[in-house]
């Protein structure tokens, strides 16, 4: 029955994929009138200047090009789409794992001291809603390194979901499990480790999906202004030279991506709760 919904889902997800490629592949071709406008304008010497957006098979073809060879470098401006997305997958990565390693020993602090949630609670709701990108400015001037300077950016909005989903989920155990920890007379981190991490991890687990999303949203904006590499730099560039092609192909391969981080982590969510 499972696997019947699965093939169903599959089928009709393909049909929606189709039915939008003919229709953007459609939408993009000129009406035959300014076909024959551009032909005589380029007969008469001059450029057809009417830009559009380009058809999936102009994408297609490029994707078949940049994806057969992902990894060249030409030069500063000039690199491989597998080299670009690798070095913001690089970023996005340490400054996640960094932001785990303060996140989850803080949020187990707050979830079970309620001295401690009371006494950080306001410092986390002034910092929560900063937009990371407000931290760039910043970063640049006391850092003085724009790779130091992005990951730093996406420290600060990885932080704050694993950090929440760690208290939540910390607080939120059965306090009868707890109780059997201290019948046992287990020290306060062994009750942590053996008793609450187990039960807190699905919720520890969701706020890391949280947060690797919008690192992985952060870091394309992030490259944007500060340039160099990454696919953030890439989409830009593509667009200073006018490439909406490049420009739509580098979109699928974020959402791509942005699509494999979260499935590792849904995975292992899944293997956790197995686990259980």
Known sequence: MFQSIQFRSAMVSLVLLAFFLIFWEMASQPPEATVAQSEYEMLMGGVDQEARVPPPT??????????????????????????QLAYSLYRVLTGFFLAAIIAIPLGFMVGMSPLMQRALDPFIQILKPISPLAWMPLALFIIKDSEASAIFVIFICSIWPMLINTAF??????????NVARTHELSHFKTALLVILPAAAPTIITGMRISIGIAWLVIVAAEMLVGGTGIGYYVWNEWNNLDLSSVIFSIIMIGMVGMLLDISLAWVSRLVAYEE
């Open 169 to 178: 989920g910390v607080a939120n155990v059965r306090q009868d499990w707890v």
């Open 58 to 83: 102009a994408v297609g073809r490029l994707a078949i090009k940049e994806l057969g060879n992902p990894f060249y470098d030409a030069g500063p401006n000039d690199k491989g789409i597998g080299i």
